[in-house]
């Protein structure tokens, strides 16, 4: 089991990578899959000193879930946008900073959640805090910034802490 | 069966095509310098994003074979917008805020992007 | 019915250019530059992906996944430039 561990330090890496080479192939074939896998061996295993730890996801199955959510929340916030922008007269929006401030820990999750929130409705994520407690949100037309938070809060954020911590 | 596959392409590409346009008019209308970040970062990721799917539809229902290769480019779009919005964000609260225009951080005390030494002048003066 | 449509977003995604190009001769400040050049790249991926699905050809697959690469890079190390000064430390 050690020594497995040491061949393949990063196995969902080995996965994505496999699978990264089969896309850009752009075929199924024996010969692709077996040099697919054997560049998702070998470049783990070269970048290892660079990722000490492996970030730890608990339970795999909820991100398929949160994967489904933010996807939907990606085509709303694309319908939303283009109705403020198509449709509003800008002085009558009302762009605004909201904190977020954040129960997540790890810089993965904090890194989704960032990413999550630029891609969903009318948000932008622009800066963190300097030791990272909080996160700086631009809305596009939010007349109640407490709204917003509590929003992010309920539908990301706690997902996410299940996900990863 | 291709009558069908027809009606979803072209829906699929008029979709794409006007929030494609949206994306690059919102760069024009919107009035303040946050909110013109939010128009081409979620509107053209979709405008792309329809073209792409319009492309894998059309070859698996016309030229007879299954191409999955346009699923990289959704997904590294969908992977490396967040990162270029948040760099221009920090651009701009670089450049035109102070610690007194944003709102409180909370427990720390400031913004990552205003953390740097007190008169050290960063980055070329344009 | 598909080259009606094919047509119709050509002229979106055309536009779109158009209105980014006129956004980087007028904005008044660098970072607004920066995104009409990012939002510019995209709209080149689309505009090349559908020309590559008009023409029935595979080839433009690869130009348009260099330009999402270069897109990607090139805003990232401008960004950068105007926030540090320099891109590699």
């Known amino acids: 089991m050690k020594l497995l561990r040491r061949i393949f330090p990063h196995p969902i890496l080995t996965l994505v990578l496999t699978g990264t080479w089969l896309l850009l192939v752009n075929g199924w074939s024996l010969n692709s899959l077996v040099f697919g896998f054997g560049l998702g061996v070998l470049i783990p295993f070269v970048t290892q000193p660079y990722w000490p730890q492996e970030p730890r996801i608990k339970s795999p199955a909820k991100v398929i879930a949160y994967l489904a959510l933010v996807l939907y929340d990606i085509v709303v916030a694309n319908i939303t946008v283009a109705r403020i922008v198509l449709f509003k007269a800008n002085a009558k929006r009302h762009p605004n900073w909201v904190t977020i401030p954040l129960d997540l820990r790890t810089p993965e999750a904090i890194t989704v959640l960032a990413g999550t929130i630029t891609m969903t409705p009318g948000t932008v994520s622009a800066d963190l805090s300097d030791s990272g407690h909080a996160l700086l949100v631009h809305c596009l037309d939010a007349p109640d910034p407490a709204a917003v938070r509590d929003e992010i809060k309920t539908r990301y954020e706690s997902r996410l802490k299940e996900i990863f911590e | 069966m291709d009558q069908i596959f027809e009606v979803i392409i072209a829906l699929l590409l008029v979709m794409a095509g006007v929030f494609g346009v949206v994306g690059s008019f919102g760069l024009i209308k919107l009035n303040d310098r946050m909110s013109r970040l939010h128009a081409p970062t979620k509107a053209t990721t979709l405008g792309v994003g329809g073209v792409l799917l319009a492309s894998m539809a059309h070859a698996a229902a016309f030229e007879k074979y299954i191409s999955i290769h346009e699923l990289m480019i959704t997904l590294f779009l969908f992977l490396t917008a967040p990162i270029t919005a948040n760099f221009i964000a920090k651009l701009h609260i670089h450049r035109h805020d102070t610690p007194e225009t944003l709102p409180d951080p909370g427990e720390d005390k400031v913004w990552a992007t205003h953390n740097k030494p007190e008169d050290e002048v960063i980055g070329p003066q344009l | ?89």
């Open chain 3, 1 to 89: 019915m598909i080259e009606t449509a094919a047509v119709f977003a050509f002229v979106c995604f055309a536009l779109g250019l158009v209105m980014n190009l006129w956004k980087i001769v007028s904005a008044k400040d660098v970072a607004d530059r920066i995104l009409a050049l990012d939002t510019m790249f995209i709209n080149a991926i689309a505009l090349l992906v559908l020309y590559g699905m008009a023409l029935g050809s595979n080839i433009f697959f690869e130009a348009a996944m260099i330009i999402a690469m270069l897109g990607f890079v090139s805003t990232v190390a401008y960004a950068r430039f105007i926030l540090r000064g320099n891109i590699i430390e």
